[in-house]
């Protein structure tokens, strides 16, 4: 049996030490809490900033903007979530993947209600004439359409009913809802496009990273070749 050095036994008493505070971390419902607070950070100063009048000139479009980038950015950040848990060795991350996912959710669907509600009166016609007429709202749209989905199906109980593979699949309509959310903000902006085509370039860094990870897992010919059995 082979002896460790005191150098390698500090290190490996070290990182088992890290390895049990973050797995008691990752696990704790007040962690789980304390993220869920946090995300409620953006909401809470946009009510904040109403109560004090401080929502600039135009507050519809304030909130609308705010909402709209907060939606791009929990959607990043829930993409985030599998390359991380990876890099770092902690699958105790996925816990909180739902959560993330869902304020996305919650911050595109004020980011509409804004819209509906200021802008277009709950006006159908002029909805769908707006939809027709500008691309960015077409194309923001279908980004919403496709996060509903993904919503409705975020609990483990429809994990269950669908089965894994479909609800992966269908999952993966998150890649499309970001990269609809970024070109609808792209298409959106008029001088400064600086920080759609930083959110751009995080997405295509994650979609790299799945990418890699998917040629990672694939089969060689020779583990999908069929065993045959051999008799003498």
């Known amino acids: 049996m082979p002896i460790r050095s005191p150098v390698s036994t500090l290190a ?16 704790s419902r007040w962690t789980k809490a304390t993220l869920f607070a946090v995300c409620l950070i953006p909401a809470a100063l946009l009510v904040w900033r109403g109560f004090q009048g401080d929502l600039t000139a135009n507050p519809v479009e304030y909130i609308e903007h705010n909402t709209g980038d907060w939606t791009i950015r929990f959607l990043l950040i829930t ?20 959560m993330l996912g869902l304020f996305s959710f919650f911050y595109v669907c004020v980011h509409m209600l804004m819209y509906l509600t200021f802008d277009q009166m709950f006006d159908p016609a002029a909805i769908w004439a707006d939809v027709v007429k500008r691309p960015y709202i077409t194309v923001g749209t279908a980004g919403l359409l496709m996060l509903i989905p993904l919503a409705v199906t975020s609990t483990a109980a429809m994990v269950r009913r669908l089965g894994p593979k479909r609800w992966q699949l269908l999952h993966r309509l998150i890649y499309f809802a970001t990269l609809a959310g970024i070109i609808h903000f792209y298409w959106l902006v008029k001088s400064d496009i600086r920080e759609p085509l930083m959110y751009g370039v995080i997405l295509a860094l994650l979609m790299l990273f799945r990418v890699r990870m998917w040629l990672s897992n694939k089969p060689t010919s ?11």
């Open 222 to 232: 020779a583990e999908t070749r069929p065993l045959t059995a051999t008799r003498t």
């Open 12 to 27: 490996w008493i070290c990182a088992n030490f890290i390895e049990t505070v973050w797995k008691k971390i990752l696990f």
């Open 79 to 98: 993409l985030s979530v599998t390359p991380l848990r990876k890099i770092f060795t902690q699958p105790l991350l996925t816990r909180y993947r739902r």
